[in-house]
Structures are given as C-alpha cells and as structure tokens.
C-alpha cells in the first residue's frame, strides 16, 4: 500500500506544483481590447451614437434669422380700367437672440449635454461588458481548479482500483473514490455551461458577433486612493451622471439669457415700392414687436428650471458619492480578504499530511475525502473573492472607460 500512495504523492506534488496560487489574472488578452471592439460592434452604442448625431443636427436649427418676407400687390380702379397701381416690400426680422450669439451658445450647450448622455449610455454597456470578462475569466480558472481535483479523485480512484485487484483493497473505498470523482465531473458540466452562457451574452453585446477568447484576461487594477474625500474631489468632473446635471445647470442658465433676450422689443426693417402711371414712390419700412402677452411666463419658468437643475445636481452629487463609498468600503474588504486567504492557502496547505496521514491508516478514506474536500473549497472561495474584488473595482473606476 505505500508503494501505490508513494506514487500517488509523486502524481498529486507535480499536479499542485502547476496550479495557480497567485490569484492576479495575469498572462493573457487585455479586456481592453475586447472592451473596443464591443464598443465598435454594440447595437446600442451605435443606435444612441446616431440619436445623438440627430440631436446635435436639431440643436443646430434655429441659429439663423428667419426669412425675408416679400410682398407685391397690384391695384387698379375696376370702374375706369384706368389706373394701375404695383407696390412691392421687403421685411426682415430682426431676432436678437440670433444676432447676439445666445442662440448659438445655447445650442452648443445642449450638444454638450447630449455627448455626456451618449458617455453614459457607452459607460454602462463597456461595464456590463467588463463584469461578463470578470466573469467568464473567474469560470476558466474556476474549471482548471476543477480539473485539478479530478486529476487528484481519478489518481486515487486507480490507487484503489489496483489495490482491489491485488486483494489489499476494497470495493466500498473504489465506489467512494469513483462518486468523489463523478461530483466533480457534474460541477466541470455545470461551469461549463454557465461558461457558454456568459460567452453568449458577450457576443450579443459585440452586436450578435462572436469574440475571439483566451482562457484568462488582465483587469484594470488601479491603486487605490488613501483617502476617499480627497479622491472624490478629484474626480467629480470626471463622473458622467455628474457631468450631466453640472452641464444642465449650465444649459437651464443660457436658455434664461435667450428668454430674457426675447424680453426685448423686436425689430423688423425693410424696404417698400410703389409704382403707378404717373410716379415711383420707395421707402424703408420699420416695424416693431412689443412682447405684452406671448412671452408672459417664459422668464419665471427659466428661473424655476434652474432652481430644479441645481436641486438635481445637488441630489445627484449626494447620491454618486454615497454609492462611490460604498463602492470604495467594499473593494477595501475584499482586498483585504484576498490577500489574507492567500496568505492562509500558501501557509495552510495541509494535503500532503493528509496524504501521508491516509498512507499510514491514521485517517480513513472518508476522512481524506471530507478533509480534500474542505480544502479546496478554500480554494474555489478564494476565486470567488478574486472576482467579487475585480467587480466591484470595475464599479468603483466605471467613469474611467
């Protein structure tokens, strides 16, 4: 019997020697590359791209004065068939918010606004899209974990099954090896599955395209501030929800400037002919728009909208950075966590004991089993604490894509 587990140790040492202690996704595809094709190919970054191209060809309406308005009219006295009058005129109105340029800025602030609402829309799609590589890299190691344990089960299955052959074993210590192994063959089964689930949900985010994977990805690992407070000052402009109400605010206040603009009597000039049988009369022509009635209520509703924007702003700013910190307390939780259970996997490694322990008969099969099984547990718990960091960095750094 130690002759078969001497063997067995030697199988397992080279097993283990090749499985995966240090957790960092390292080698491989960067997730960048496979966050700009997404981007590239997504059908709802493309379809808000176009709405936002629309929207800036709207805003760009309207910048100019209106129309020239011409009028000719001929008279002629019906009773006689004598005389013949023709008078003809010109007119232009003349819009202030025009030619002052307020229209104009207006317009180019409601752009702005518009790209920010494009850059959340982008934002959200790219950080979905992370979360599925976070995913989908936590499933291929999760299954090189996995096919490490089967290595192990179907190592020590044959052990028996030899020793059982030999008449040093028993059949209860084969099926007992041989069930340990099934189980992990149904667990590679189901990862396998929600494998190819993640896969497809990638590839309907790259626009119903499959993408070209390898087995693991590098993450965006940024170092962590020190002080949250200061952090967040730091990137307040740089947060697209934020972006957002900041650059309303703006908006709401250059539409006040045009309304009042409106406020102020308009203009139309012109020119003016009249031609008959015996003379030639010509003119200028000046009008002017009192604003008594349609413009009533357009300055107090300005004012309200601002009021209402620096209200959402202020709304806004409290509620992102309650979720940042949130945000930020849990990434440092899980750092902490991640580093003490690798700590404790690289000084808690106790299988060759047990190894040597189930050699020398001081534990039974069931034991070793219960025991390897707790073991690599901690194993599979330590990836998914590696990938639960990983998520919640990508939300914490979202603004960043």
Excluded: C
Aim: aromatic content about 8%; charged content about 25%; glycine content about 4%.
């Amino acid at each position: 019997m130690n002759h078969y587990f001497s063997i067995y140790q030697k199988i397992i040492g080279a097993v283990l020697t090749g499985v995966i202690f240090n957790t960092a996704p390292v080698l491989a595809q960067n997730s960048n590359d496979i966050l700009k094709l997404i981007e590239q190919n997504n059908t709802q970054i493309e379809a808000a791209r176009k709405a936002l191209s629309a929207t800036i060809t709207e805003n760009k309406t309207g910048l100019n004065l209106k129309n020239p308005e011409v009028e000719w009219e001929h008279k002629w006295v019906s009773h006689t068939g004598g005389t013949q009058t023709n008078e003809v005129s010109v007119t232009q109105e003349l819009d202030w918010s025009v030619i002052s340029g307020q229209r104009k800025t207006l317009s180019r602030k409601k752009n702005e606004l518009a790209e920010i609402t494009f850059l959340q829309t982008r934002n959200s799609v790219l950080l979905q899209a992370e979360k599925k590589l976070i995913e989908l890299s936590y499933y291929y190691r999760l299954l090189d974990e996995l096919h490490t344990q089967l290595q192990d089960a179907d190592s020590l299955t044959q052990i028996y099954k030899t020793m059982l052959e030999n008449g040093n074993g028993n059949i209860l210590n084969v099926n007992r090896s041989q069930l340990n192994s099934v189980a992990i063959q149904t667990e590679i089964k189901n990862i396998n599955t929600q494998k190819k689930v993640v896969m497809e949900e990638l590839a309907g985010l790259n626009g119903g395209k499959p993408v070209n994977y390898e087995e693991r990805f590098t993450f965006r690992q940024p170092e962590l501030p020190e002080d949250f407070d200061t952090w967040f000052k730091e990137i307040i402009n740089h947060v697209p929800e934020l972006r957002y109400y900041q650059k309303d605010i703006e908006v709401k206040k250059q539409s006040l400037q045009s309304t009042k603009t409106d406020m102020i009597p308009g203009l139309s000039v012109g020119y003016a002919g009249e031609i008959n049988e015996s003379e030639r009369l010509h003119g200028f022509i000046l009008g002017m728009s009192i604003p008594l009635w349609e413009n009533k209520n357009k300055l107090k509703k300005s004012k309200q909208d601002i009021i209402t924007a620096q209200s959402n702003e202020y709304d806004a700013k409290q509620r992102v950075y309650s979720q940042l910190k949130a945000q930020y307390t849990q990434v440092i939780a899980l750092r902490h966590s991640l580093h003490f259970q690798k700590d404790a996997i690289d000084r808690l490694n106790t299988t060759s004991l047990m190894k040597e322990a189930l050699q020398k008969g001081e534990i039974n099969l069931m034991d070793y089993l219960t025991e390897i099984a707790r073991y690599y547990e901690f194993r599979k718990n330590l990836l998914i604490t590696e990938k639960d960091y990983l998520m919640a960095l990508a939300d914490l750094y979202a603004f960043e894509l």
